[in-house]
């Protein structure tokens, strides 16, 4: 056996290693199926799984999203409020699916969505109280459609630092107003503001730095004029062809930011 070959399990051949996703299970670091099989393995236990039950399926799929992204919205905002109570996707799932009156809306929703093959019919989770995390009694299911429009709609605020000082504040009725403006005041390019969320700092040119906060963001008055700063890098090796996390380095830095008069926020 040459090391930069091997014999895929599902197709029998004898395949150049590259042909083989990463994989940190097997013992020489490459899947058992080829790409090209993975692919088509992937796309059969995709469909087996939503045609066996679409709602259980779309709810596992939303549980994983929502489990990446509260890890994600930790790293992005440097705040830590938008956790996940839930240590992975099998207990979020098995959780709300066990409670009656969701699982009954997401059903019905599933449905809707499996008739229309719409997108913005598709059930999405909605965290009621969107200060707080994903946990139990904070999640409903809203049709993505309505989930999208509450989120844009929240008022919102927009603090303009310029140096280490906050210089002015601009209020906006909905974030997506807010948003546009910060496009077009600043030549930011809207697609790059996709994911700016609450408590976002937006580096602007000449030093100016923007705060988004929702009205209802409660700002401390504070002696120190400091904030942290969390950095989470990350490496990740994506599949070219199936899009499939292969690998991932994670590393995080931390720094105290100083200068930003946090009293001056409260007005
Ligand atoms: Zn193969």
Redesign the pocket.
């Known amino acids: 056996m040459k090391a930069n070959t091997k014999r895929?399990?599902?197709?029998?051949?004898q395949?150049s290693i590259e042909?083989f996703n990463f994989s940190v299970k097997s013992k020489d670091g490459r899947g058992n199926?080829?790409?090209?099989?993975?692919v088509e393995y992937q796309k059969i236990a995709q469909k087996r799984s939503y045609d066996k039950n679409p709602a259980l399926h779309l709810l596992k799929k939303s549980c994983q999203a929502a489990l990446r992204r509260s890890q994600l919205d930790y790293i992005r905002d440097g705040y830590a409020n938008v956790t996940c109570d839930f240590k992975n996707v099998k207990e979020f799932f098995t959780d709300l699916w066990n409670d009656d009156r969701f699982r009954s809306e997401w059903i019905e929703q599933s449905n809707i969505y499996h008739m229309s093959r719409d997108l913005r019919d598709r059930p999405t989770l909605d965290r009621i109280d969107s200060k707080c995390r994903y946990e139990k009694g904070n999640i409903r299911m809203l049709p993505h459609w309505e989930n999208v429009t509450e989120g844009a709609q929240k008022e919102c605020q927009v603090y303009v630092i310029k140096d280490t000082r906050i210089d002015h504040r601009i209020d906006y009725s909905a974030m997506g107003e807010a948003k546009n403006a910060i496009a077009a005041i600043y030549g930011i390019p809207k697609n790059a503001l996709n994911c700016v969320d609450r408590g976002t700092m937006v580096e602007a040119d000449n030093g100016v730095r923007l705060l988004l906060e929702t009205k209802d963001g409660q700002q401390k008055v504070t002696d120190e004029s400091k904030h942290l700063m969390v950095m989470n890098r990350y490496e990740i090796v994506y599949d070219i062809d199936t899009g499939v996390e292969v690998a991932r380095k994670h590393q995080q830095v931390q720094s105290e930011v100083s200068g930003i008069e946090v009293s001056t926020l409260v007005l």
Do not use: Q, V
């Open positions: 895929c399990s599902r197709c029998k051949k395949l042909c199926y080829c790409k090209e099989c993975n």
